[in-house]
């Protein structure tokens, strides 16, 4: 039953009452209908007395569980996504998944780089299934959120995703269907949620995957098994970035392209002002970090940089999840169809951890 007709059958079954009232109200005065002969009570019955109880109405069906489209604008247009609401009255806790980095899309999936492992749907759904309701959307540029984009990529900074993520905070907030609201970022994402926890009220902060160091750090360290010659170069670049200084000659190979294109070189810039440790001190709500030993991008290190720098925050290590929030081992073929196997579920214990951290109420 969707949310709508569920809304409607209480106004129809209240009409339907007043048009069969009346209609037995008239038929009973023609008739005498239960009554005896000269309207007396039937043998063995009572007439009902001023006064007396009515039976209750019947309350109105609790909604089935939904998954429906819906929308925040920003200030160049529209951002798309998808919310879960689990079955029953509510209200109910709220999760937003807030998306790692590159072109990544509401259910966790890249087209241009072929991932295709549907780690945020398959997470919003067993959310849902466990009474968390959730919020994920497209990044702005990317599916239904195309329009919500910069007109031009050098005009993208870090921030705008914390804005954005922000108007989702308020979607939650606003909806009397939801008691709680927790950010849960994943990877690149994590940062930005530490952002949207200082800037609006909400009841829990989770990071998945994410890192504990400066995105150059990040970057060196994931660089670092280049040949010597790309490697220098890209470190040399990385440095300039971290300055503040946009590089102008840049190899014209897919890696560097991809990584430091002039047009990208701003928001890099942008994103890499914050560290995370730093960040993370600034969050009021409780915290939960949340790492898998067996992701190739982000290290269990860096989880702890993050619970150490809050120690009332936990901080949970899941055995063999990747990055994608699937189970493998760190073979080539493991990781490859942890980030491209749609069928491969999230890791159980990754549910546990957020329901048991996810406020209620």
Known sequence: MSLRSCLLVPARRAAFAVSCAAALASSCLASGCGAGEGGAPPPGGSSALP??????????????????????????????????????????????IIPGSGPTDRDGNQATAEMLAN???????????????????????????????????????F???????????????????????????HSEGALLGMLVAQRTQIDGYVSIAGAGRPVGAVLREQLASLPDEDRERAYEIIGQLEAG????????TPLFLGLFRPSVQPYIISWMKYDPAAEIEKVTAPILVVQGTTDIQVKVEDAELLAGARPDAELVVIEGMSHTLKEATLSDASQQAAYTDPTLPVVARLFEALAGFIPAE
């Open 245 to 252: 200084e946009l590089v102008e000659e840049v190899p014209q």
């Open 119 to 157: 780690s945020y749907k398959l997470l919003a759904e067993g959310l849902r299934d466990r009474g968390i309701a959730s919020i994920r959307y497209d990044k702005a540029g990317i599916g239904g959120s195309v329009s919500a984009a910069p007109r031009e990529e050098q005009e993208l900074r």
């Open 51 to 96: 006064g007396d109880a009515e039976p209750p109405p019947d309350a109105p069906a609790c909604p089935e569980a939904a998954s429906a489209e819906i929308t925040a604008e920003n200030a160049r247009g529209a951002l798309a996504g998808t919310l879960e609401v689990p079955a029953g009255c509510g209200p109910f806790p709220a999760v937003l």
């Open 159 to 185: 921030d705008m995703g914390a804005d954005d993520a922000a108007l989702w905070v308020k979607k939650l907030r606003d909806d009397g269907r939801f008691a709680t609201v927790t950010v849960a970022g």
